[in-house]
C-alpha cells in the first residue's frame, strides 16, 4: 500500500541546534515534494517545494533533501529558535500534473527550548 | 489567509442534516481542494477541482459532494451529517497544481455533528 510516513513522535530540541525532520514515502513515485509548517488552529502554510531532480533546495535557514532511491526526504531547520515550534508537515504529489493532488503525511511536532 | 476565506468557522448541527461550507479566492487559482484533519489521520483529500465544473474524487469522498460553478467558490456538501464527519476542514487553492507552487490553505471550519 502506499504510505508516507513521519516520526510521530515530537522533536524536542534546543535553541540553536539544527532540527532534522525525516519523511518517508512507499509505492508513490512523486515528481514534487512540498513541506508546510502548521501551527495550532491554522491552517497548513507552504515553505518548500523540492522536484525528482533536484538533489537540494534551501530557504534561510530551511533545507530540505529529497533522495528518490531512498524515498526520504529530509527537512532540516538550522540555527533553531523557539518561534520554529510548529507542527511541520510533507506532502507529495500523486498523479499528474494537470490533475495530481497534494497527499500529506501526518507531521512531526518540533519543540524549540529556550 | 490572503486570498482564501472558509465559511462559517465554527458550526454545530445534527446527525442526519444537511450541511454546506463554503471556499472562497481572490487569486483567480485554477485548482481548489477541500481536505479534512483528525488526530492520528492528519490531512486527507476529499474532492478537488481542476476547473469550473471538473471535480474529482479524493480518498475519502463518501458522504461529499462538491460544486464549482465559478472560478472562486467551491462547496463542500455533507449529504447527510454524521458523526464521523465530525472533523476540521481546510479549503486549499493552488496555482499550478502543486508542481511550481504550494497550495494556499484556508483557517479551516471546525464541525461538529451531534
Known amino acids: 500500500s502506499q504510505k508516507i510516513e513521519q516520526n510521530s513522535e515530537a522533536l524536542n530540541i534546543q535553541e540553536g541546534k539544527t532540527a532534522t525532520l525525516t519523511c518517508n514515502y512507499t509505492?508513490?513515485?512523486?515528481?514534487?515534494l512540498q513541506w508546510y509548517r502548521q501551527d495550532p488552529g491554522r491552517g497548513p502554510v507552504f515553505l518548500l517545494l523540492i522536484r525528482e531532480n533536484e538533489k537540494e533546495k534551501r530557504k534561510e535557514r530551511l533545507k530540505v533533501t529529497f533522495d528518490t532511491t531512498l524515498k526520504q526526504s529530509l527537512f532540516h531547520i538550522t540555527a533553531s529558535q523557539p518561534a520554529d515550534s510548529a507542527t511541520y508537515l510533507c506532502a507529495l504529489l500523486h498523479g499528474s500534473s494537470n490533475t495530481g493532488k497534494l497527499i500529506f503525511g501526518q507531521g512531526t511536532t518540533l519543540q524549540v527550548k529556550p | 489567509d490572503a486570498g482564501i476565506t472558509q465559511s462559517p468557522r465554527h458550526k454545530v448541527t445534527e446527525t442526519g442534516t444537511p450541511v454546506t461550507l463554503r471556499c472562497h479566492q481572490t487569486e483567480n487559482h485554477r485548482y481548489m481542494y477541500w481536505y479534512r484533519q483528525d488526530p492520528g489521520h492528519g490531512l486527507r483529500l476529499i474532492h478537488y477541482?481542476?476547473?469550473?465544473?471538473?471535480?474529482d474524487k479524493g480518498e475519502v469522498s463518501d458522504g461529499y459532494s462538491v460544486s464549482r460553478s465559478k472560478t472562486e467558490d467551491f462547496l463542500l456538501t455533507l449529504e447527510s451529517a454524521t458523526s464521523s464527519q465530525t472533523s476540521v476542514y481546510f479549503c486549499a487553492i493552488s496555482a499550478g497544481g502543486g508542481t511550481n507552487y504550494g497550495y494556499t490553505f484556508g483557517s479551516g471550519t471546525r464541525l461538529t455533528v451531534v
Open positions: 477541482s481542476y476547473g469550473v465544473k471538473d471535480t
Open positions: 509505492n508513490y513515485s512523486p515528481a514534487y
